[in-house]
């Protein structure tokens, strides 16, 4: 009887340790905790209009630069329609210059061509010094008439094109809006959600669609300041998701960003010792296999 009694007080003795043993060594403990998510890009709206194009449903795959989305452009075209001809308008009021100064330049030829004329008959006697001075004059005249027609048909047309410049810069600015009627996909993703429909009315701005790429997911997670000293950029981590089945699925993570700054503790958020009121924020990048989804809670462990 004495030696049952002996054996379980040594027993009551060993149990405390051995329980606290198996806890420590538990295969599924961890450093951190978390909540996976992705970098997010919201595509809006540049220009109004009916979505006379827009066919993408949430879940689908989109390629960088693909054609998402098709804004009316009528009204636009029919704008610029009337600038163009606004612009045509203006232009037919340029001087023929060529033409008119062929005229003068002929005169200038014809007078110049007879003074060589006189001349060779002064000569001879066959002409007077005085006719010979007339005809320079003549031609004296007619090229300061030259230069002066030259002058005034590039001043007018100089301001002709001036008067075209703002419509110009009109057509420009609505062919921009014209372009920016076809929407694209700026980045490769998965899209996450979807605020309109096909055949509505949109506005500048407005939220189309949300998509993010789930192939490189983030897991945002908490450390106290305690355990920063076990970390550095680059560094492997083993990230433990939930399989659904009661136990974890391990994937390898990259530490690529940890906060300057401590803040307190999430309450969704338990870190490894729940005593601390400050926390710094860390982020791991994780290759996604296609069952991790954004809000998922995940744990981290320090290789």
Do not use: H
């Not at 452009?73 to 210059?97: H, I, N």
């Not at 007339?134 to 590039?154: G, P, R, V």
């Not at 810069?169 to 009627?181: H, K, M, P, T, V």
């Amino acid at each position: 009887m004495k030696k049952f009694m002996y054996l379980i007080v040594i027993l009551s003795m060993l149990l405390p340790v051995l329980l606290f043993t198996g806890c420590g060594n538990g295969k599924n403990s961890s450093d951190a905790t978390g909540v996976f998510e992705s970098e997010e890009v919201i595509i809006s709206s540049e220009v109004p209009g009916i979505l006379t194009q827009f066919t993408i449903e949430e879940g689908q795959k989109l390629e960088a630069g693909q054609i998402v989305a098709v804004i009316d452009t009528v009204q636009l075209s029919l704008k610029k329609k009337q600038l163009d001809a606004q612009v045509k308008a203006v232009l037919s009021k340029k001087p023929d210059s060529p033409s008119q100064l062929a005229a003068l330049q002929r005169q200038i030829d014809a007078v110049s061509s007879e003074k060589k004329r006189f001349e060779r008959l002064a000569t001879v006697n066959a002409a007077s010094q005085k006719q010979v001075d007339d005809l320079q004059n003549q031609m004296e005249i007619l090229q300061k008439q030259y230069k002066a027609t030259q002058s005034s048909l590039a001043i007018t047309t100089s301001s002709l094109q001036s008067e075209t410049l703002p419509l110009i810069a009109q057509i420009e600015q609505i062919q921009d809006q014209i372009n920016r009627s076809t929407i694209k996909n700026p980045v490769s993703g998965t899209v996450i959600s979807k605020y309109v429909r096909q055949n509505e009315l949109t506005t500048m701005g407005k939220s189309l669609y949300k998509i993010a790429d789930l192939t490189n997911m983030t897991l945002r997670a908490y450390l106290t300041g305690n355990q920063l000293a076990q970390v550095k950029l680059g560094q492997a981590v083993k990230v433990l998701a939930d399989d659904g089945k009661g136990g974890f699925r391990e994937l390898p993570g990259e530490l690529y960003w940890i906060s300057a700054k401590s803040e307190f503790t999430p309450k969704t958020i338990q870190t490894k010792d729940e005593r601390a009121n400050l926390v710094y924020a860390v982020k791991i990048r994780v290759r996604n296999d296609g069952y991790l989804k954004i809000g998922m809670y995940g744990e981290i462990k320090f290789l």
